[in-house]
């Protein structure tokens, strides 16, 4: 059995960043640039998951599947975007769903997160 590794770790929110089980990778919610436009908000978060991914020394075409929440929905094209501008043709699977975030700010902070899992078979 494969050992789990957590990696970035955070004890005031009781959350890891990142966990590798076996070959595979769980990535936390990831955001940035929050406040920013919708684009700088998503490509924060996707600066935010390379981060993390880099721990493991992985990239974003290591991931498989995200889940993308939007403050709202019909910026989809928006990520597609900045998706085909980072993944450089790996496109994961994904669903988007649209969400209140509980954030401080409102309307004016979050508009996008993003988590996902991400896969390699190197030890």
Known sequence: MSEIIRKDVNEEWAHSGIIKAGNNY???????NVGGTVEEQINGAFDEMEKRLA???LTLENV?????LFRDVWNIPIMEKVIKERFNG????RKSIQT???????????HFQVDGIAYSDKK
């Open 26 to 32: 769980y990535i936390n919610y990831c955001a940035g």
């Open 55 to 57: 721990l493991f020394g």
């Open 64 to 68: 498989v599947q995200m889940d993308c």
């Open 90 to 93: 790996r496109y994961p699977v």
């Open 100 to 110: 209140e975030f509980a954030h401080i700010g409102g309307g004016n902070g979050l």
